[in-house]
């Protein structure tokens, strides 16, 4: 403990110089910035900006990225509630409540509420590196094929759980999004439901996916109203109420830390990510609940719980990331080639000889919670602004804007396509009642599920089937699911049972 102590203090000490601050707060406001333009991921921004990290020193350099990572997440959150158009995939399920909030004229509650829940989620998986990051990137590594492959359909049960009411719509919903998961080239390098376009290689890409069905959707549902929020006196912004719903993750206390807990644990399974965090513990949030019929209707605790958790998947995604070599996310794979090009190694030998900067890194994430907080005030505060603007003149901005995001990640006219095609799914599937979140993470979780199923076979041949069953994790896992899919559908049948006694 007292080592812990000391390498904090010296991380610390080597925190305190004005050209690592300066880092750091540059780092935070472009991480914001680009994370609320629908699009622009952490990982690119982290990939635009690298080049900048050239003619730095380790630390410094290392410092700058890590806070575009950290603040990018936050900020894809502003647009989400505003707009309901999340800026990175990891805010798609804020969007479920925090927009419900704007639209009941309570955006600067929601987006108070996301960034304190932001700032403690992250908070809290720092503290978690700080105590324990080689029994937590130990604990990652005994995930293999079996156990990822089950986490997917975990995030799939969650579908059932988000789906209250109208199951069959969200089970139709996610199974197409798993089908549409299964495109491209498989492990074994088959060519599947390709086309013939090699643009489907790599499957279809979640970005085009999520940008056309809550941004672009929204934008084609907007057009018959004068603002965003329907009526003709848009909210005013609110600072007092702003800083005040800052604190809203304590009224929810078990909710912020069992969503930190998720956060930072699935953060710390390679390539599971914030997104599936979010909707994890969205869904534990409602399941818990003793009120789920609110959520998905402006409830708070809809936006503390996925706002906590992809958060704290930072801190995770860096414990596996440092600890073992292994990327937590495809923005840590990108901090990992920062990391080699500065002639550093990570794994094992990293934590082991370079713990002063191991430590240091920590210390600067935690510092750049603060800085977010500050920064991120000011620029929700300036965000709400954008409900006062018509939206003959928001529509083709944020179309534009769009389009620019999905193109830049490839710089393909094909993906361009796909977004269009699939902001008319999201407009059809708004106007008939179908979840978009079901085919969204039905997309997110197909190619997990695919290929590690295809893993289990060649690993386990003919035993296949008793891996998910004889081994500690994946028995854990395969319980907890049984239990969630039959607790909600009692819950489906007493629901429909009570409507008939009360017709």
């Known amino acids: 403990m007292s080592e812990i102590f000391s390498l904090c203090a010296t991380g610390l000490s080597s925190l305190l110089h004005p050209d690592v601050i300066l880092w750091i707060v540059v780092g935070t406001i472009l991480g914001i910035i680009v994370g609320a333009i629908p699009g622009f991921t952490s990982t690119m921004a982290c990939g635009i900006l690298l080049p900048v990290t050239f003619f730095l020193d380790p630390y410094p350099a290392m410092c700058f990225l890590v806070a575009v990572y950290i603040a990018a997440i936050y900020g894809g959150s502003i647009t989400a509630i505003i707009l309901n158009a999340p800026g990175t995939p990891e805010s798609t399920a804020t969007t479920f409540d925090g927009y419900q909030l704007t639209q009941k004229g309570m955006a600067s509650e929601a987006l108070g509420t996301a960034i304190g829940s932001s700032f403690f989620g992250g908070l809290i998986s720092y503290c978690v590196m700080l105590f324990c990051m080689l029994p937590v990137a130990k604990f990652a590594l005994k995930f293999g094929p079996s156990e990822m492959f089950l986490l997917a359909l975990f995030g799939i049960v969650i579908l059932v759980a988000i789906g209250s009411g109208k199951m069959l719509k969200t089970a139709m919903a996610g199974s197409l999004g798993l089908l549409i998961g299964t495109i491209g080239i498989t492990p074994l390098g088959e060519w599947r439901a390709t086309f013939g376009t090699v643009y489907l290689a ?43 719903a800052l604190f809203n993750c304590f ?29 994890t513990s969205y869904a534990e949030a409602k399941r818990a609940s003793k009120h789920p019929e609110t959520f998905g209707t402006g409830d708070i605790e809809g936006v503390v719980a996925p706002e906590t958790a992809n958060n704290a998947c930072t801190g995770g995604a860096l414990i596996t990331t440092l600890a073992i070599g292994v990327p937590g996310s495809s923005t840590c794979a990108l901090l990992m080639g920062a990391l080699m090009m500065q002639g550093l190694t990570p794994g094992p030998q990293l934590v082991t000889t370079q713990l002063d900067l191991v430590y240091g890194l920590i210390i600067a994430c935690i510092m750049s919670q603060f800085l977010m907080v500050a920064m991120s005030m000011g620029m929700a ?20 804007m769009c389009v620019i995001g999905t193109y830049a990640i490839r710089k393909a006219i094909f993906d361009v396509a796909l977004m269009l095609i699939f902001g008319v799914i999201g407009w059809f599937m708004k106007k008939y009642d179908y979840p978009p979140v079901a085919l969204v993470l039905g997309i997110v979780l197909g190619p997990i599920a695919d290929n590690q199923l295809i893993r289990v076979f060649a690993r386990f041949e003919s035993e296949w089937f008793l891996s998910f069953f004889n081994r500690p994790i994946t028995f854990v896992l395969s319980v907890v699911m049984i239990l969630l899919l039959v607790s909600q559908i009692y819950r489906e049948i007493k629901s429909a049972h009570n409507g008939m006694q009360t017709k």
Not at 219 to 229: A, I, S, T
Not at 251 to 277: H, M
Not at 381 to 400: D, E, F, H, Q
């Open 202 to 244: 790599e499957g279809v890409q979640m970005v085009p996916a999520i940008i056309g069905l809550f941004a672009l959707g929204e934008m084609f549902d907007m057009v018959g109203r004068k603002y965003v929020v329907d009526g003709e006196k848009p909210e005013a912004r609110n600072f007092g109420r702003m800083s005040k």
């Open 251 to 279: 009224r929810y206390p078990f909710t912020t830390i069992r969503s930190a807990i998720i956060g930072t644990v699935i953060g710390a399974i390679p390539a599971a990510g914030g997104t599936l965090a979010a909707f």
């Open 381 to 400: 505060y300036g965000s709400v602004g954008l409900l006062k603007i018509n939206t003959y003149v928001l529509v083709p901005v944020i179309s534009v």
